[in-house]
């Protein structure tokens, strides 16, 4: 069994930051690609950014150059720094990682269970 396990969301105010972080625990051979994805009220689930294990980034063009998306291999963690932060990126923020479970051969993915990001203006 395989859990990913989400913290860091809060209430901050415009122009702030707050930094998010994602553990995977269980039956874990291997993670490929780690991401972290938002759903707003009234909204479908969008991606925010991802990286894949060699640490290449993409990230939605809404938050470039303000959110960083990083990734510690040893810990199985992935995390997201989000500075600059503005009302509209008001929304639970899932992690999303593709795990191949000891004594499998495909990569499955595995979600969090989201954390709430509240932006006050």
């Known amino acids: 069994q395989v859990q990913l396990v989400e913290s860091g969301g809060g209430l901050v105010q415009a122009g702030g930051s707050l930094r998010l972080s994602c553990t995977a625990s269980?039956?874990?051979?291997?993670?490929?690609?780690m991401g972290w994805y938002r759903q707003a009220p009234g909204k479908q689930r969008e991606l925010v950014a991802n990286?894949?294990?060699?640490?290449?980034?993409n990230y939605a063009k809404s938050v470039k150059g303000r959110f960083t998306i990083s990734r510690d291999n040893a810990k199985n963690t992935v995390y997201l720094q989000m500075n600059s932060l503005i009302p509209e990126d008001t929304a639970v923020y899932y992690c999303?990682?593709?795990?191949?479970?000891?004594?499998?051969?495909?990569?499955?993915?595995?979600w969090g269970q989201g954390t709430q990001v509240t932006v006050s203006s």
């Open positions: 990286i894949i294990r060699g640490g290449n980034t």
């Open positions: 999303k990682q593709q795990i191949v479970r000891l004594g499998g051969t495909l990569y499955n993915d595995y």
């Open positions: 269980g039956s874990i051979f291997s993670i490929d690609a």
